[in-house]
């Protein structure tokens, strides 16, 4: 969404995070909450070291935020996220925002550390003026746009957010340099008017990335914004910036503004307060000069601190009177849950949930599979291929891909009862145990000699294309190893006696797939051993692993992080699982409808030794 130039945040901003603040993370969505918001505010969290997904509360529901590991993956997956908050140490804050300020998509930069060499400040802020760019501080807390959005730990409690009527906008603009003090002005100006529009911290160090100018200036071409409140310090020139607006025309509207640190015309010495910035030493950078001089100028200059608020509920009472201010609809803040321990007895609970389930949800009147009723499924004649595309993979496959699903479904499902899965389902039938521990007997075989070759054989094959060697060398690795090639050999299948199966699978890549380079290379592979050895074909674990490369990695339905993920992880075991306990519940079926007895091996099969 395009924003006018003099708005930074509204309620559909959306940020990047840098760096893992989880609490102050959990504040902004707090915010969001209490202003009413829909969307989060929070798009996603750069963190290298902790990759995924991680839970946060939005009001009492809790919501996944993904946490990616670069700044250029977050702007890739969140492009209308355009606001970049640093939390990053000084060390490497310079760095990463920097960084964020060369990405296209990135409008505002915000430094929450302080102790960035002014040196790289300056390099940050004219890089931030030569690409049209908002850069808040180093050293700064952020800002609040009332109603609308919330840069980290800024405003404070929430109870104090509230009582400064910052869930919804009023019409004054703020700007300070001190974060804290910005807290205690939005308290201010919520008494004596009707609450700030937005309110910004510039931060305190010497060279702020934008200035009490650029603010205001931005702040008085925005309609909402009827008057304007600044807040200086004693150090800088800041304030002077201000004047000079005032005089060319960028600020036109009614001006209250204060600088702090009179109290250091009474020591003898130079004074350096707590921020960089705010060092007394030269005349003209004195808190009375910078009032003095913008009192000469048409600013509202209070006498002291202590009647800040009176001139600003002058300004605004006139403004009001005249007309110039329309009421505000005062809405309730919506209500922050309590904390679990605090409220389990009242039964307003807000709990951390054990396990966290993105593939199907069961709560509504249909369950639903990815988001999709399972009546869809049926009405639209979904084949088994399609629901596992949504449970096991979360998207709709094409229908060559979940076709082919079905078919390594039909071609697994048995391989007769001398194999182990089979066997030990059989036994354990015979025992007199019920059908799923008989199962689970069968499966539990299911491993690198059974049924886990496709995994492995889809690991080798697709690391051997990758590294780019040839056939050759690839079987001479696996030689030197001492580890058979996973997919390659049959006990009784060769190139004289093929396998049918693979024969169909083969026949079904070649008429549906786009590429199958993973495929052919295998063939390339079984060329070389059956010319050694007749019977060392690619096998029906070897062809599917290859395929399934090649569906992951070529047709363009996954992206390549998403396919060595799937190959990683397991995929294929859970095909093979799937197809064959349909042919280990058949043998349990069996044994049950035959009434057979408990088995014992036949002493003539054991060597005695």
């Not at 015979?430 to 799923?436: C, P, S, T, V």
Request: charged fraction near 25%; glycine fraction near 10%; hydrophobic fraction near 40%.
């Amino acid at each position: 969404m395009i924003r006018p130039d003099y708005l930074l945040f509204d309620r559909t901003s959306q940020a990047i995070i840098n760096n893992f603040p989880k609490k102050a993370v959990q504040r902004m969505l707090d915010f969001d909450h209490v202003a009413g918001r829909e969307l989060p505010s929070v798009a996603c969290i750069v963190y290298p070291s902790s990759v995924g997904l991680e839970k946060f509360f939005f009001g009492s529901a809790e919501i996944l935020i993904p946490v990616v590991k670069t700044i250029a993956e977050a702007t890739d997956q969140f492009p209308d996220a355009d606001v970049f908050i640093d939390f990053a140490s000084y060390r490497s804050a310079y760095y990463s925002a920097r960084e964020a300020l060369e990405n296209e998509h990135i409008r505002t930069v915000v430094i929450i550390a302080e102790g960035i060499a002014e040196r790289r400040t300056r390099e940050l802020i004219k890089l931030a003026h030569d690409r049209d760019k908002w850069l808040i501080g180093p050293s700064t807390v952020g800002g609040v746009s009332a109603g609308a959005f919330r840069i980290g730990d800024s405003g404070g409690a929430m109870e104090c957010m509230i009582a400064s009527q910052l869930h919804r906008p009023g019409h004054v603009g703020l700007v300070t340099k001190s974060g804290g003090l910005s807290s205690e002005c939005y308290n201010l100006i919520a008494n004596h008017t009707d609450g700030i529009f937005e309110g910004i911290a510039i931060g305190g160090d010497l060279y702020p990335g934008s200035s009490f100018a650029d603010h205001l200036s931005r702040m008085n071409r925005n309609p909402e914004i009827k008057m304007l409140v600044c807040l200086g310090e004693v150090g800088g020139s800041g304030e002077y910036e201000i004047i000079e607006a005032i005089k060319d025309g960028r600020i036109t509207k009614p001006v209250v503004a204060w600088v702090t640190g009179s109290c250091a015309s009474l020591f003898t010495t130079e004074v350096q307060f707590g921020h960089a910035g705010a060092k007394s030493g030269v005349e003209s950078e004195s808190s009375q000069a910078k009032n003095a001089a913008m009192k000469a100028a048409g600013v509202i200059v209070p006498h002291s601190f202590d009647d800040f608020g009176d001139r600003i509920k002058e300004v605004f009472d006139e403004l009001k009177a005249e007309g110039n201010i329309p009421d505000v609809v005062d809405i309730a803040p919506h209500e922050l849950p309590e904390e679990f321990a605090k409220m389990t007895k009242a039964g307003k609970v807000r709990r951390a949930s054990s396990i966290v389930c993105t593939i199907s949800d069961d709560r509504g009147e249909e369950a639903t599979y990815n988001k999709i009723p399972i009546s869809q499924f049926v009405s639209e004649s979904k084949g088994i291929g399609s629901v596992i595309g949504h449970l096991w993979f979360k998207k709709e496959l094409p229908a060559e891909i979940s076709g082919f699903i079905e078919k390594v479904l039909v071609l697994t499902a048995d391989h007769g009862p001398a194999v182990s899965g089979a066997h030990n389902a059989i036994v354990t039938a015979r025992a007199g145990k019920d059908l799923i521990s008989s199962l689970v007997s069968g499966l539990l075989t299911i491993g690198p000699r059974f049924g886990g070759a496709l995994d492995e054989a889809a690991q080798y094959f697709a690391d051997a294309l990758d590294r780019g060697i040839s056939p050759e060398v690839f079987i001479k690795e696996m030689k030197d190893k001492g580890i058979p090639i996973p997919g390659i050999g049959h006990r009784i299948k060769s190139t004289k006696n093929p396998d049918t199966r693979v024969t169909l699978v083969k026949e079904y890549a070649a008429k549906h797939f786009k590429k199958t380079p993973t495929l052919n290379y295998a063939l390339q592979v079984e060329q070389l051993t059956t010319a050694k050895k007749s019977n060392l074909i690619l096998n029906v674990d070897g062809v599917i692993a290859a395929c399934f490369v090649d569906i992951l990695r070529y047709s363009g339905v996954f992206t390549p992080a998403e396919a060595n993920e799937y190959i990683e992880i397991g995929i294929l075991n859970g095909l093979f699982a799937l197809g064959r306990s349909i042919g280990l519940i058949g043998h349990i079926l069996d044994q049950k409808r035959l009434k057979q007895g408990l088995y014992r091996h036949a002493w003539d099969d054991i060597a005695y030794i």
